[in-house]
Nanobody
Framework: QVQLVESGGGLVQAGGFLRLSCAASGRTFSTYAMGWFRQAPGKEREFVAAIGWRDGSTDYADPVKGRFTISRDNAKNTVFLQMNSPKPDDTAVYYC???????????????????WGQGTQVTVSS
């Protein structure tokens, strides 16, 4: 089993910055990739960013490309999401997720992930 705990959410002004963290514990030795997703009120959960745990390769959804940065600290089993210049449209509950193996579906899809955190609220004021 793996446990994921997000932190760092809160209220931020548009144009500011915020950093989310997600710490993994438990059977993390087989981590293959980690990702961030978000769900705004009344909308489906959507992909934000993903990172390969071994090679550090990254992927971003178009709405956040150039503003958000995903990174990892392998020694601490932690993944980060640096949110620069957030917009009110970025307001959502942000979830981190962990994949333990290669996914033929790619890492933009929820079905690639085996474990999920409880989510952290991010509210961007205009």
């Amino acid at each position: 089993q793996v446990q994921l705990v997000e932190s760092g959410g809160g209220l931020v002004q548009a144009g500011g910055f915020l950093r989310l963290s997600c710490a993994a514990s438990g059977r993390t030795f087989s981590t293959y990739a980690m990702g961030w997703f978000r769900q705004a009120p009344g909308k489906e959960r959507e992909f934000v960013a993903a990172i390969g745990w071994r090679d550090g390769s990254t992927d971003y959804a178009d709405p956040v490309k150039g503003r958000f940065t995903i990174s990892r600290d392998n020694a601490k089993n932690t993944v980060f999401l640096q949110m620069n210049s957030p917009k009110p449209d970025d307001t959502a509950v942000y979830y981190c997720a962990l994949a333990q193996g290669y996914s033929v579906y790619g890492y933009r899809r929820e079905r690639a992930y085996d474990y999920w955190g409880q989510g952290t609220q991010v509210t961007v004021s205009s």
